[in-house]
């Protein structure tokens, strides 16, 4: 049973860049959730998406933005790069009709913004 | 708003010692506590949860329980092993109607030695 993958696992951009990264979630879950974690920080909500719609979207600007598809995948895409968004970006799933908190996690998409 | 502090890591342990994460927040309402781990090269992972007052969270060994008159979710294992080296991020997830988001500490690393 496959976990929650996500892809790129590094990359690298310039300043005023735009970047996509890329979750499946974990078989069986329709849910997706995005955190932001600058290094030695907890992770931050971005945002989480159910049924292809932003559900709940946490402190983080219009630069931001999602995208869930029919099979419950999900991109993050970020636009006009700033070097304070280097950080890893983790992607977890769950099941949107039961709201336990009990999130899966990928291992996350690195992007270091030169 | 919601806020989870931990105690500051690194935390480094000799085989078998006894083990104590401490975890406060700050919440509206009941908030569901939760204890995530991350292992290297890993995806965070749930470790335990409690969802109400004096509800006790048990998994592998580790314990914690929800202090509401202390607003305290404190970790604890008897005798850490040199496997359970890791990252550890105490959550809260409030339970509000429409929320979704986990607020997460600033985790704590812990290095058990041989």
């Known amino acids: 049973d496959a976990g929650v993958t996500q892809s790129p696992t590094h990359l690298i951009k310039t300043r005023g860049q735009q970047v996509t990264l890329r979750c499946s979630p974990k078989?069986?879950?329709?849910?997706v959730s995005w955190y932001q974690q600058a290094l030695g920080q907890g992770p931050q909500f971005i945002f989480q998406?159910?049924?292809?719609?932003?559900?709940q979207r946490g402190n983080f600007p219009d630069r931001f933005s999602g995208h869930q598809f029919p099979n419950y995948s999900s991109e993050l895409n970020v636009n006009a790069l700033l070097l304070g968004d280097s950080a890893l970006y983790l992607c977890?799933?769950?099941?949107?009709?039961?709201?336990?908190?009990?999130?899966?996690f990928g291992e996350g998409s690195r992007l270091t913004v030169l | 708003g919601n806020s989870v502090t931990q105690m500051e890591g690194p935390v480094t342990l000799s085989e078998e010692a006894f083990l104590t994460i401490n975890c406060t927040y700050t919440?509206?309402?009941?908030?569901?506590l939760f204890w995530y781990v991350q292992y290297p090269g890993e995806g965070l992972q749930l470790l335990l949860k409690?969802?109400?007052?004096?509800d006790k969270g048990s998994n592998k060994g580790f314990e914690a329980t929800y202090r509401k008159e202390t607003t305290s979710f404190h970790l604890e294992k008897g005798s850490v092993q040199v496997s359970d080296s890791a990252v550890y991020f105490c959550?809260?997830?409030?339970?509000?109607?429409?929320?979704?988001?986990?607020?997460f500490g600033k985790g704590t690393k812990l290095s058990v030695i041989p």
């Open positions: 919440a509206t309402g009941y908030p569901s």
């Open positions: 977890a799933s769950s099941l949107g009709g039961r709201d336990t908190g009990e999130l899966f």
């Open positions: 078989s069986g879950h329709d849910t």
């Open positions: 998406y159910y049924e292809e719609e932003e559900r």
């Open positions: 959550a809260l997830k409030y339970s509000g109607a429409g929320s979704y988001q986990l607020t």
């Open positions: 409690a969802t109400k007052a004096d």
